[in-house]
Nanobody, 122 residues
């Protein structure tokens, strides 16, 4: 059984940085497409960064040049380095994975973590 567990969230002031981690346990039978999503109260879950099957990274415009998605060599941990944080980045951040296909920014991923809270104060 595959499980994803996020960590690294917290409270920072605007301009600060955080690094989120997503530890993968269990066996994925092929290299997955992996992504970070976020959700604020009253808003839909939105994708912010993803790693496609071939390792290509993609970002939404709101986080481009500030966030970096990466995966460790063993591919058991996914990271999201978040720099120059803004109050509008405040949300619960989720990691997601899918080995069947890459849903890209659609929240149709097969596996999800429980989320980690990020709060950015002005």
């Amino acid at each position: 059984q595959v499980q994803l567990v996020e960590s690294g969230g917290g409270s920072v002031e605007a301009g600060g940085s955080l690094r989120l981690s997503c530890k993968i346990s269990g066996t994925l039978y092929s290299r997955p497409c992996m992504a970070w999503f976020r959700q604020s109260p009253g808003k839909e879950r939105e994708g912010v960064a993803l790693l496609d099957f071939d390792g290509t990274s993609k970002y939404v415009d709101a986080v481009k040049d500030r966030f970096t998605i990466s995966r460790d060599n063993g591919e058991k941990t996914l990271y999201l380095q978040m720099n120059s944080l803004k109050p509008e980045d405040t949300a619960t951040y989720f990691c997601a994975a899918d080995s069947r296909y890459c849903p890209m920014w659609d929240p149709g991923y097969h596996y999800w973590g429980q989320g980690t809270q990020v709060t950015v104060s002005s």
